[in-house]
């Protein structure tokens, strides 16, 4: 990307950013912080506060804070360029916040406050380094052909991450499944879940006897598409919340009792690994490496907020 091409990408991205608050925060200062209005889906309630000081809070909630500082670094471009593209997008939210605490449409905050609770007497020294992570990355996105990404990540791959396509039918050029050799350390990496009949057919609410189980696989990792059970189809993503399964990449095998099922990894895979992350910044790799492995053809700006 040459120099001149870089600084007018850099001033679109600023200019959408600036167009947002304006319209969204009562027409303030661009020199002034970006603030935002998170919702608190527990207490049902709005608090505002500063941009980054909630990048903070995302990355205390959505990362290990033992973890090291080029993964946590990873893992601050991640949340802010996930949080700046739901700003941008203008995702709905109650009470008419800009964003929320809530995992299902959001990303997971942590105040200060609960992280002290959480940690105990190693507390300080850990909201010092996710801070440090964070401020250290300020203002810096993920954008893909001029746009901010969808930074979407997870817990433990484990092995191999998954194409976008796979898991939700919608191909993202930037998540493409990529082979990940450093989430192992993971209690996720692979594990199982043993499952008696009866517990089966009522979690699945079947009604007859299971007489036949079949996998149909994704490739390239083996993540499940779907599972057909005597002559019922599931989705994979059904079977996982159903059955409380640790992600979609499963073999299973069967006796008298039951099914054994192997599970490999956490969560729906697609993106950055969270442990391969930190696996890889054991390795020397920085947060620029890190998230290049996981984003496929992505560039990493700093935009002013």
Known sequence: MDKNRKLILIFLISLIIITVIIIQHNQREKSEDLHIKLYLSQQQQVIELPFEEYIIGTVAAEMPANFELEALKAQAVCARTYALRKII?????PLNADLSDDICSCQAYCSQEEFKKRHGDKQ???WDKISRAVNSTRGEVLLYDGKLIDALYHSTCGGYTADAEEVWGNPLPYLKAVKCNYC??????NSNQIISWDDLRKQLNLKARIYEIKIIPYRPAGRVREIIINDRHFSAASVRHDLNLPSTWWQFKTNSNGVIINSRGYGHGVGMCQYGANGLAMNNKSYEQILRIYYTGVSLEKIRL
Do not use: I, M
């Open 89 to 93: 997008e203008n995702h709905k939210y």
């Open 184 to 189: 192992s350390q993971s209690r996720f990496y």
């Open 124 to 126: 300080g020294k850990l």
